[in-house]
Nanobody
């Protein structure tokens, strides 16, 4: 079992920045691939960014060059640095932990609103 708790969401103006954090507990954090996904009202959940246990990253096309995912295995935490935010980035952002044999886990989500 893995428990995930997101933080760092909020209201920000277009062009601004936010950093999301996801604290994990309950298992060996370093062996999990971690990811951020988002869901806007009326839309399907979509990939934002992922980072493997080895540190390889992957980004959704709409956030490439603006968002950066990172992880600190000593702190059992994964981060999402979001820069140059746009109104279309408004969504609930979810943290995910995945391991091929140990399972797939989700946090409760944190709201990000980009508006002037």
């Amino acid at each position: 079992q893995v428990q995930l708790v997101e933080s760092g969401g909020g209201l920000v103006q277009p062009g601004g920045s936010l950093r999301l954090s996801c604290a994990a507990s309950g298992s060996i954090f370093s062996i999990y691939a971690m990811g951020w996904y988002r869901q806007a009202p009326g839309k399907q959940r979509e990939l934002v960014a992922t980072i493997t246990s080895g540190g390889s990253t992957n980004y959704g096309d709409s956030v490439k060059g603006r968002f950066t995912i990172s992880r600190d295995n000593a702190k059992n935490t994964v981060y999402l640095q979001m820069n140059t935010l746009k109104p279309e980035d408004t969504a609930v952002y979810y943290c995910n932990a995945f391991h091929v044999t140990r399972g797939d886990y989700w946090g409760q989500g944190t709201q990000v609103t980009v508006s002037s």
